[in-house]
């Protein structure tokens, strides 16, 4: 069904290949994985196996016919796809209209257009998200919309990039077993993941580059009540509209020294949370409060990294928010450079590449950088471990540890196990809204 040989391509803007030689078949109902470390090629390699983007060398066939941006129509119409950031993919103005949209443009009747979305809706968990506004939803959910808008076309070629990235464990548990059934059915999936679980689901796995050894870490000791920071206290969720948590009675959270990690569903509240923290927002539902006036004000990398990078280079946007609040330049880009050179993105190299061209694991990476290294009462980090490689995530842990030496952090993740490795105080915001756990140390 799928054949590419030799296939050498770079994302737009970029002279050296960072897909180079890669060549694989793809039978009908087969899975394939493609794994590998942050800007080496992943998604680089999936558009061009989608039909997005032209390949420098080599060819791609799909169905025995020449795949590329120029290709017909016709043989585009079998393939769908999922782009790594959901929201750049959101269109319509509810779910229920977002994942009947690609069907409308393949001409699908209208009621074959509501089988689908009930079907799809079904079947992902969506029922209670077909009125809502898609981008209301949380970036777990999003996925979800999109993965089932994508199915609902009845692609014969599925092409996924991270679609689990943002999922909760019954999420993702629920999206691969229903993947997993399609492709029973016939369904050819590339699926791109740094997920176990996800490259388990499969029949086979890609590897673009061998793992880098990373060194071992040492988690701080325990933080004790005296050294809380600042509490939430969340009020139980009303019907308002707009950011909420969704708690069915009040919780309070301490946000002590070291690591805080907030896990739990797609859509329970966590980024409300942190925003909360961070002083973004202030929803009447939670009230903010401090130990002692913060000297610093509180400073948030954001789940989806685009939202906050502005600046062409690395090295400008690296250091904007440290340099914005009192550091010296050159102090702020020396320790960005050593943080980089930490993370094994190559330290001065990677200060000089422009933003746009980082693949999307370097751009959170550099969101996550930016805020580390900016004075700050809090740093509130947003799922930054997303579609990160396991080599550097384990390298961030080293420099987040090196960051609670200095002063509290809020992480929002759905890794419990890299909040383990911090040695991180959990506190899991339950899908209605119950707290699990504010005393417990992880082991």
Same mark, same amino acid.
């Given at each position: 069904?799928?054949?590419?040989?030799?296939?050498?391509?770079?994302?737009?803007?970029?002279?050296?290949?960072?897909?180079?030689?890669?060549?694989?078949?793809?039978?009908?109902?087969?899975?394939?994985?493609?794994? #590998?470390?942050?800007?080496?090629?992943?998604?680089?390699?999936?558009?061009?196996?989608?039909?997005?983007?032209?390949?420098?060398?080599?060819?791609?066939?799909?169905?025995?016919?020449?795949?590329?941006?120029?290709?017909?129509?016709?043989?585009?119409?079998?393939?769908?796809?999922?782009?790594?950031?959901?929201?750049?993919?959101?269109?319509?103005?509810?779910?229920?209209?977002?994942?009947?949209?690609?069907?409308?443009?393949?001409?699908?009747?209208?009621?074959?257009?509501?089988?689908?979305?009930?079907?799809?809706?079904?079947?992902?968990?969506?029922?209670?998200?077909? #009125?809502?506004?898609?981008?209301?939803?949380?970036?777990?959910?999003?996925?979800?919309?999109?993965?089932?808008?994508?199915?609902?076309?009845?692609?014969?070629?599925?092409?996924?990039?991270?679609?689990?990235?943002?999922?909760?464990?019954?999420?993702?548990?629920?999206?691969?077993?229903?993947?997993?059934?399609?492709?029973?059915?016939?369904?050819?999936?590339?699926?791109?993941?740094?997920?176990?679980?996800?490259?388990?689901?499969?029949?086979?796995?890609?590897?673009?580059?061998?793992?880098?050894?990373?060194?071992?870490?040492?988690?701080?000791?325990?933080?004790?009540?005296?050294?809380?920071?600042?509490?939430?206290?969340?009020?139980?969720?009303?019907?308002?509209?707009?950011?909420?948590?969704?708690?069915?009675?009040?919780?309070?959270?301490?946000?002590?020294?070291?690591?805080? &990690?907030?896990?739990?569903?797609?859509?329970?509240?966590?980024?409300?949370?942190?925003?909360?923290?961070?002083?973004?927002?202030?929803?009447?539902?939670?009230?903010?409060?401090?130990?002692?006036?913060?000297?610093?004000?509180?400073?948030?990398?954001?789940?989806?990294?685009?939202?906050?990078?502005?600046?062409?280079?690395?090295?400008?946007?690296?250091?904007?928010?440290?340099?914005?609040?009192?550091?010296?330049?050159?102090?702020?880009?020396?320790?960005?450079?050593?943080?980089?050179?930490?993370?094994?993105?190559? #330290?001065?190299?990677?200060?000089?590449?422009?933003?746009?061209?980082?693949?999307?694991?370097?751009?959170?990476?550099?969101?996550?950088?930016?805020?580390?290294?900016?004075?700050?009462?809090?740093?509130?980090?947003?799922?930054?471990?997303? &579609?990160?490689?396991?080599?550097?995530?384990?390298?961030?842990?080293?420099?987040?540890?090196?960051?609670?030496?200095? &002063?509290?952090?809020?992480?929002?993740?759905?890794?419990?196990?890299?909040?383990?490795?911090?040695?991180?105080?959990?506190?899991?915001?339950?899908?209605?809204?119950?707290?699990?756990?504010?005393?417990?140390?992880?082991?």
């Amino acid at each position: 069904m799928l054949v590419a040989r030799d296939v050498w391509a770079a994302p737009p803007g970029v002279a050296e290949p960072v897909v180079r030689g890669a060549s694989l078949t793809l039978a009908r109902g087969e899975w394939l994985t493609i794994e #590998g470390p942050n800007g080496g090629g992943k998604t680089t390699l999936a558009l061009v196996l989608a039909g997005l983007r032209p390949a420098r060398r080599g060819t791609v066939e799909f169905d025995g016919e020449t795949l590329g941006p120029g290709a017909p129509a016709v043989l585009r119409e079998g393939i769908a796809v999922v782009l790594q950031e959901p929201a750049s993919q959101l269109l319509q103005p509810t779910v229920a209209e977002e994942i009947a949209f690609g069907g409308r443009n393949l001409g699908r009747p209208p009621e074959a257009l509501a089988a689908a979305v009930t079907t799809w809706a079904r079947r992902l968990g969506l029922e209670a998200d077909l #009125g809502r506004d898609p981008r209301a939803l949380s970036a777990g959910r999003q996925q979800l919309v999109i993965l089932a808008g994508a199915l609902a076309c009845g692609p014969r070629l599925l092409v996924a990039d991270e679609p689990g990235a943002h999922l909760d464990q019954e999420s993702r548990r629920r999206a691969l077993e229903v993947v997993g059934e399609e492709v029973g059915r016939g369904l050819a999936v590339v699926w791109v993941t740094q997920d176990d679980s996800e490259r388990a689901a499969s029949h086979r796995t890609l590897c673009l580059s061998d793992p880098e050894p990373v060194p071992a870490l040492r988690a701080p000791p325990a933080a004790g009540a005296a050294d809380r920071a600042l509490t939430l206290r969340v009020a139980p969720r009303s019907k308002d509209e707009g950011p909420r948590v969704a708690n069915a009675r009040p919780l309070e959270i301490a946000v002590c020294a070291g690591v805080t &990690g907030l896990t739990g569903r797609n859509g329970s509240g966590k980024s409300v949370l942190l925003r909360a923290a961070a002083g973004i927002e202030s929803p009447p539902q939670i009230e903010v409060t401090w130990e002692r006036p913060p000297a610093r004000a509180p400073i948030m990398a954001s789940q989806f990294p685009e939202e906050q990078l502005f600046e062409e280079l690395v090295r400008d946007e690296a250091v904007y928010a440290a340099v914005s609040r009192g550091k010296v330049r050159q102090e702020a880009q020396a320790e960005a450079e050593r943080c980089f050179e930490r993370l094994g993105l190559g #330290g001065s190299d990677f200060l000089g590449r422009r933003v746009w061209d980082l693949s999307a694991g370097e751009k959170r990476l550099l969101g996550v950088v930016g805020a580390l290294i900016a004075p700050a009462a809090l740093v509130a980090l947003d799922e930054p471990t997303a &579609g990160l490689d396991p080599g550097r995530r384990k390298r961030l842990a080293g420099l987040v540890l090196e960051r609670a030496a200095r &002063g509290p952090l809020l992480v929002a993740s759905q890794d419990r196990a890299w909040l383990s490795s911090l040695g991180a105080l959990l506190v899991e915001v339950e899908s209605h809204g119950e707290l699990a756990s504010n005393s417990k140390k992880t082991d």
